[in-house]
């Protein structure tokens, strides 16, 4: 059975850090596709960024290039996302998705994605 558990979401204050952790089991990191995505109350889930576990191709989301960090460990069979100077704009549950292959499309497409984590809650506010 295939497992992607997120965690290291929390409250935060407005300008914080925070790293989230997806923790992955049953597929091994280096085989296949990553991205985090987020979704805040009342929109659409969104793309944040991306990882290839296979050849650490990286991409992310326009505007968020400059606080954003993608990584990976396949010693550890976990994907992470490091974001810097939060807003309340950033405010979301925040998503790991898996996928072997993405058959043409972006990686920002939710329906790319065949194995998705429970989501952590990131609330920044002062």
């Known amino acids: 059975e295939v497992q992607l558990v997120e965690s290291g979401g929390g409250l935060v204050q407005p300008g914080g850090s925070l790293r989230l952790s997806c923790a992955v089991s049953?597929?091994?990191?280096?085989?296949?596709?990553f991205a985090w995505f987020r979704q805040a109350p009342g929109k659409e889930r969104e793309g944040v960024s991306f990882i290839s576990g296979r050849d650490g191709d990286k991409d992310i989301e326009d505007g968020m290039m400059d606080r954003i960090t993608i990584s990976s460990d396949s010693a550890k069979n976990t994907v992470y996302l490091e974001m810097d100077s939060l807003t309340p704009e950033d405010t979301a549950i925040y998503y790991c998705?898996?996928?072997?292959?993405?058959?043409?499309?972006?990686?920002?497409?939710?329906?790319?994605?065949?194995?998705w984590g429970q989501g952590t809650q990131v609330t920044v506010s002062a």
């Open positions: 998705a898996a996928t072997l292959v993405l058959y043409g499309t972006t990686w920002r497409n939710t329906r790319a994605y065949e194995f």
């Open positions: 049953g597929i091994r990191v280096g085989g296949y596709l």
